[in-house]
């Protein structure tokens, strides 16, 4: 009798066994996965945008109605607002890319219309560069104040990328405006977009070091490289002439 129980004590002790190293197999031949997509998904406006038939056809259409805002904002109302999203973002992003303000900002105001549409700090950062570049001032106001009644926040890169735009377009008022929104934010510093701005400020000595002296507040053990004063005149030279 005792020799029974011992005997089915061990099938029953195999079998386990047997069950738990199965499951271990299969529980590394199928590992689980979690979904992250939704914190490290890629932001439509940084993805490559490719405009299908239907933008080509949009986008052009758009262009040859420019001149006549009437039948432009009939026309974005009855085939614009109805592009896929892909497609809707495709022709922004030419648009900005050929500097074309107006359809820009016309594009800019459908996209905050849909209902997929969510604040997203490259959309913007996009659409500033783009102003910069146009030195459209009153369009940059304006898309100012809405990504700050959305609550956009900039990281610092972005901030460093943003502020160059306008330097390098010779804004250097909306420039520092911005400089000081970054010093503001909530981020902590990084040393790359102050050297960034600073070499965006070549052609004005004074704001350089104003920058350069907050940079080593923040970096005191840093250093920083100063051009001779020869190059500060010869970039003072070339923006000027630029701007006349």
């Known amino acids: 009798m005792v020799n029974m129980f011992n005997y089915s004590r061990s099938i029953f ?4 066994s047997r069950s738990t190293r199965w499951s271990t197999i299969k529980t590394v031949s199928n590992p689980v996965y979690y979904d992250h997509t939704s914190s490290t998904s890629l932001s439509i406006w ?27 904002d009939r026309f974005i109302k009855s085939h614009v607002s109805r592009l896929l999203k892909s ?14 303000v107006f359809l820009s900002m016309k594009l800019y105001e459908v996209v905050r219309k849909e209902i997929w549409y969510r604040p997203d700090m490259f959309f913007y950062r996009d659409m500033l560069m783009m102003l910069a570049r146009n030195k459209k001032v ?3 106001n304006r898309v100012w104040q809405d990504l700050k009644n959305e609550e956009v926040h900039f990281d610092q890169h972005t901030f460093g990328d943003i502020i160059r735009s306008f ?4 804004l250097p008022s909306e420039a520092m405006f911005i400089y000081d929104e970054m010093r503001r934010a909530p981020d902590p510093p990084l040393s790359l977009p102050y050297r960034v701005i600073m070499k965006g400020l ?16 923040v970096f005191p053990d840093m250093i920083i490289y100063d051009p001779p004063q020869d190059l500060f005149e010869d970039y003072y030279s070339s923006t000027k002439e630029d701007s006349e």
């Open 13 to 16: 002790l195999r079998r386990i």
């Open 46 to 72: 940084r993805r490559k945008k490719e405009m299908g038939k239907e933008g080509l056809i949009i986008a052009k259409e758009l262009k040859r109605l420019e001149s006549n805002p009437l039948r432009l």
């Open 202 to 217: 070549l052609p004005y000595p004074e704001l350089r070091e104003k920058v350069k002296q907050d940079f080593l507040q």
């Open 167 to 170: 330097l390098d377009s010779g």
């Open 87 to 100: 497609d809707l973002v495709s022709v922004l992003f030419e648009f900005q890319r050929q500097d074309l």
């Open 138 to 140: 009153v369009e940059v």
